[in-house]
């Protein structure tokens, strides 16, 4: 069987965890969630097109897709079929049954399967990897564990006195110094569980190459034991300093004992140091918790010579990745929105328009501090200034079609310019029209049909008949038509001026009647 085709934003995923982090492929199929072998398969593919990283920035999805699926490689040959173990085990179990009966049954189902010396093998192999408790050896630079304790930490109200919020306490521990960053935070949600990482980074002056969390929803939308999603905010954050994200299993706090005993280390020594101290913000908690991070880096080991910084500094350190020159900008992401039919897409509230040729398509749009970018098969489309405003529009004229464009530059007096070109009298009419009108716009597709006239009857017939109209004041596209349809404008204009009446102080008027 074909392996399936990953989604192009995993595969360039791969390229740069692989290529441009160096990462192996079971690293990297750790942190996207992907195969191994898929890895190694999609890696092959883009050896064999000449990727790379980074990829050329004009090379969009589409034309990434056919690069690497131009060819699909042979199926790999198929091994021999395994039982179930799990069932194995179990059998195992009740009286009387044996390896060698549980294979005599393995055969009679799979007659061109593993003999019996190979088959107590595999099952031996399955039995080592049953609760099995790995003592895990961490490389220099390569992890950083981040974790909430339960304890929060209070925050009081000045004036009141009472508790305010509860905030939270953020965790980092680095893996082979056991480096450890402590800060207080509002809440477990997005941004500040995001922005709590760019501080930990910048308190570590470097950057580890991978970062395991645990399944909280800020950072994992999905959890799953083996293709959990990543939020894409925390993923770009990922992508920012370059670094690899790895869930832990769930329920399995063996994952990230390392920052276990370092959560364990945070209550101990900061927040039941801190328990009878009120703190009026999150500053001041952070003042006093920078102070007793210092002294918990700085204390000497008790098995082994140094302290955590001492061994930061010594082996971490230049292990680790330098910071990148700009800091990360928060910005949360909606994927997969659907373009409306009139071309825009609503983020936060606010309308903004995209390229008229991507209606009914799926784009994704960030939404960052001050500007919003809306993307297509991981191409930049548009790009806005943020807009408070709730259900209102932004619209780029280029975006739209060419009729809509023209619509859209539509005003009073662009309409009686283009009326202008047929001649003063068209102008005067056009310009009476449209100040009739409670509404200019009112006015618009009347003058744009006396306008078009021309066509049928030539500029100086349609100005004659213009000319007749005003003086009958009559201020609408069907009495100009129907004065051209009748030929009544090559008559003299005297005969059809508006009569006027006299007015003199014996007339009352209808004023006199109101």
């Known amino acids: 069987m074909p392996r399936p085709r990953l989604a192009m934003r995993k595969v360039r995923d791969i390229l740069r965890l692989a290529h441009g982090q160096g990462l192996s492929r079971r690293q990297v199929g750790a942190a996207l969630g992907v195969p191994f072998t898929t890895v190694a398969d999609h890696l092959r593919r883009a050896e064999a097109a000449g990727l790379s990283w980074p990829l050329p920035d004009d090379l969009d999805d589409s034309a990434l897709e056919a690069l690497l699926f131009a060819k699909d490689p042979a199926p790999p040959s198929e091994l021999r079929p395994l039982p179930d173990w799990h069932h194995v085990h179990r059998e195992l179990r009740r009286p009387g049954v044996t390896l060698s009966l549980l294979w005599l049954e393995y055969r009679e189902v799979h007659p061109d399967g593993y003999g019996y010396s190979q088959f107590c093998l595999h099952y031996r192999r399955f039995v080592g990897t049953l609760d099995l408790v790995m003592r895990q050896e961490h490389r220099a630079g390569e992890k950083c564990f981040v974790d909430f304790p339960g304890q929060r930490l209070p925050i009081y109200d000045r004036r009141s006195g009472e508790v305010s919020f509860e905030a939270e306490l953020f965790v ?262 449209l100040a009739a009108r409670p509404h200019p716009e009112q006015g618009y597709r009347s003058c744009l049909g006396i306008i078009r006239l021309a066509e049928r009857y030539g500029t100086e017939r349609l100005e004659a008949a213009c000319a007749r109209a005003l003086c009958a004041r009559a201020l609408s596209y069907r009495s100009v038509e129907s004065i051209l349809r009748h030929g009544l404008d090559t008559q003299p204009i005297a005969d059809v001026r508006p009569r006027v009446h006299p007015r003199h102080a014996n007339l009352r008027g209808p004023s006199y009647y109101r």
């Open 172 to 433: 980092a521990v680095l893996g082979a110094s056991s480096l450890l960053h402590a800060e207080a935070i509002s809440s477990q949600q997005l941004a500040p569980f995001v922005m709590a990482h760019v501080r930990a980074f910048e308190a570590f002056g470097a950057v580890p190459r991978i970062v395991v969390c645990d399944n909280l929803r800020s950072g994992v939308t999905k959890a799953h034991r083996y293709e959990p999603d990543i939020n894409a905010t925390y993923q770009e954050m990922a992508e920012h300093y370059h670094v690899a994200i790895i869930p832990t299993r769930a329920g399995k706090p063996r994952d990230k004992a390392k920052v276990e005993a370092g959560v364990l280390l945070a209550e101990r020594w900061i927040l039941a140091r801190l328990r009878n101290h009120r703190f009026y913000s999150l500053h001041e908690a952070n003042l006093a918790i920078a102070e007793l991070v210092k002294v918990i880096n700085g204390r000497p080991f008790k098995k082994m010579p140094g302290s955590r910084r001492q061994l930061f500094e010594e082996i971490e350190r230049p292990a680790m990745a330098a910071l990148p020159p700009a800091r990360y900008e928060f910005a949360t992401w909606r994927l997969g929105l659907k373009v409306n039919i009139d071309y825009h897409v609503e983020a936060d509230g606010h309308y903004y328009s995209v390229p008229y040729q991507l209606v009914g398509q799926r784009v994704d749009v960030r939404m960052g501090a001050s500007t919003v970018e809306v993307f297509h098969r991981a191409k930049r489309v548009a790009s806005h200034l943020r807009s408070s405003v709730r259900a209102k529009h932004t619209t780029v004229v280029a975006h739209m079609p060419d009729s809509h464009r023209r619509h859209a530059e539509w005003t009073p007096s662009r309409i009686v310019e283009w009326a202008a070109k047929t001649g003063p009298s068209t102008a005067a009419l056009a310009e009476a029209i």
